[in-house]
């Protein structure tokens, strides 16, 4: 009997001492192409034979720059929330809890890190959620309090529970990562008291009051999409694991008034604005873009982390999916190689996309292997393609913040010294104050996916371009900071922050897909106990939008 049979059969969470599991993929050897392009790449050819091919020199290599900035935070803004690193100082953007330590806990864990594991954990309980850690009160965002904190703290209680349970800490302060959750859930739960049960997303837990954030001038609220379809996963695992059911109950009931939509563009696809007084969608703006993106994230992921419970999930996953094949997909005039899917406002597509769209491959992979739908699976790389072709063609290495291929907005004189890199890449940055970008994690998470899936050694080497154009234009001081001009092979200069989730996203999937198959396993997406590329992908975690492993609760995971 497999152990996910037997684990359905007792009806008992996975656990992972199991000899039945492998908690390590199978070795296997990737063909390396040289200078001969790869059968996934599209545009010009990309010299890759210049990169060190040693899978261990380049896991260490990541490693390494996390703890270079691990460094540089914990000598100059430990427990701050950032560094900033061109002054050695530090501010508090995400009130004064220790953002960068909280959200970047999990990655020291997969990489086994245990001084700093340590570190983090012994601070953890010393924090007092119950108010914000700031000299004036300060505003808290729901959204990203959810997907940075109670996410990086239900990811570091799963995995040290669980396939991590063999690393030196102290035991008191791995529960305490839970009491913190909670505690931390406690303190924001009054922003569901509103008529619908739709959150307000900006708060002061101080004195219980929402932000003028989101108010229209007649006094109504609004919610956006990504605001109310962004907590389930989290709030969920956190009633499992309490036994308390209310958590999940609030974000499911938000979950809602976009499962019975007033409204719909196209089946699954809707605007991205609630009221948050009557829960009717007030408008016709969406898409996988900013404001609307990880609600399409989560419905995958949702069935992924409990498919009995969960199928709703799943079918409004496959509505948008299918609409979004049916009506989104749009090919560059200049690139018809290249497929991405557009935004749309009513039934007008845009051909318009982001950064922030480029997850868009890996939750179609994900579809794939979950809902065994073929077909998501080509779709999701065309996608992660998009996106690598926006890397190579940007001179930085590092791909831009917004993809424009408008033709209208092409001829506006303001764009054409772009005319070129048009022809040539697909793209263009239709925002000449948007050249910035730098520490950004959702093409990487594209392509980590296509990597477990394919068993593919273009998407590492993908990674791994990334990789070292981050080291050459993007470490200064005591970190990394995004750099100002994408189109510039210099950068053009950097900003003076380090993101949070750079230590939690982009390092971490630049690990997880560089690793060596002994130092990959059931904490991996797409976990491949055959090796990566010969099928039989499941999921005993599901990632959170901010890259951190949730157990999932399936009996049997898919």
């Not at 996910?4 to 996975?14: D, F, Q, Y």
């Not at 390396?32 to 034979?49: A, I, L, S, V």
């Not at 030196?168 to 959750?181: C, K």
């Not at 769209?357 to 998501?376: M, N, Q, R, V």
Request: charged share 15%; net charge negative; hydrophobic share 35%.
């Amino acid at each position: 009997m497999s152990f996910a049979m037997l684990a359905a059969v007792l009806c008992v969470p996975i656990t992972f001492a199991s000899a039945q599991v492998p908690l390590h993929s199978a070795p296997r050897e990737s063909p390396h192409y040289g200078n001969q392009t790869y059968p996934e790449q599209k545009g010009r050819d990309y010299d890759y034979t210049g990169f060190n091919q040693n899978q261990t020199y380049r896991a260490e290599a990541v490693i390494e720059m996390f703890r270079f900035a691990w460094s540089g935070y914990s000598t100059y803004a430990f427990p701050n929330d950032d560094l900033l690193p061109l002054n050695n100082s530090f501010s508090n953007s995400r009130n004064g809890w220790g953002v960068d330590a909280v959200d970047g806990l999990d990655t020291a864990i997969i990489m086994e890190q245990e001084d700093i594991v340590n570190q983090i954990l012994d601070f953890i309980p010393t924090i007092d959620f119950t108010k914000t850690n700031t000299p004036e009160p300060s505003v808290v965002s729901l959204f990203e309090t959810n997907i940075r904190y109670l996410g990086g703290l239900l990811s570091s209680y799963d995995l040290l529970k669980g396939p991590f349970s063999h690393l030196d800490v102290n035991e008191a302060n791995v529960d305490a990562l839970l009491t913190q959750a909670q505690s931390l859930a406690d303190t924001l739960k009054f922003a569901f008291d509103t008529p619908t049960g739709i959150p307000v997303n900006h708060v002061f837990p101080n004195n219980h009051t929402f932000s003028a954030r989101g108010r229209k001038p007649d006094g109504t609220r609004t919610a956006g999409l990504a605001e109310l379809g962004t907590l389930v996963l989290e709030w969920q695992r956190l009633s499992d694991l309490t036994g308390n059911p209310e958590y999940g109950d609030l974000a499911q009931n938000a979950q809602s008034y976009w499962f019975n939509p007033s409204s719909e563009v196209w089946p699954g696809l809707t605007g991205g604005n609630f009221s948050v007084e009557t829960g009717e969608i007030i408008d016709e703006y969406g898409g996988w873009t900013s404001g609307n993106d990880s609600a399409y994230e989560y419905l995958i992921k949702m069935y992924v982390y409990d498919p009995e419970r969960y199928a709703n999930y799943s079918a409004r996953f496959m509505a948008a999916a299918d609409s979004t094949i049916a009506h989104l997909l749009s090919h560059p005039s200049s690139r018809p190689d290249l497929t991405m899917a557009g935004s749309f406002s009513g039934s007008q597509v845009q051909n318009y996309s982001e950064q922030l769209a480029c997850f868009i491959g890996g939750s179609f992979i994900l579809g794939s292997t979950a809902l065994d739908k073929p077909e998501y699976l080509d779709y999701g790389l065309q996608f992660a393609e998009f996106c690598a072709n926006g890397y190579r063609y940007a001179a930085s290495g590092i791909g831009p913040i917004i993809y424009s291929w408008n033709l209208t907005e092409l001829a506006n004189p303001n764009y054409a010294n772009q005319s070129e890199l048009y022809e040539d890449a697909g793209w263009f940055i239709n925002d000449n104050t948007y050249f910035l970008n730098g520490q950004a994690p959702e093409a990487i998470e594209s392509w980590y996916y296509a990597y477990q899936v394919t068993g593919s050694q273009y998407w590492r080497d993908v990674a791994w371009a990334y990789t070292l154009a981050q080291n050459r234009t993007e470490r200064v001081g005591s970190g990394f900071s995004s750099i100002l001009n994408v189109l510039d092979y210099a950068g053009g200069g950097t900003e003076n922050f380090l993101a949070s989730y750079m230590l939690a996203e982009v390092l971490k999937y630049q690990y997880l897909i560089q690793a060596p198959e002994d130092r990959k396993g059931v904490w991996d997406v797409e976990f491949a106990p055959d090796g990566v590329g010969e099928g039989g992908n499941v999921n005993y975690f599901v990632y959170n939008t901010e890259a951190h492993p949730i157990r999932v609760r399936a009996r049997i995971p898919v």
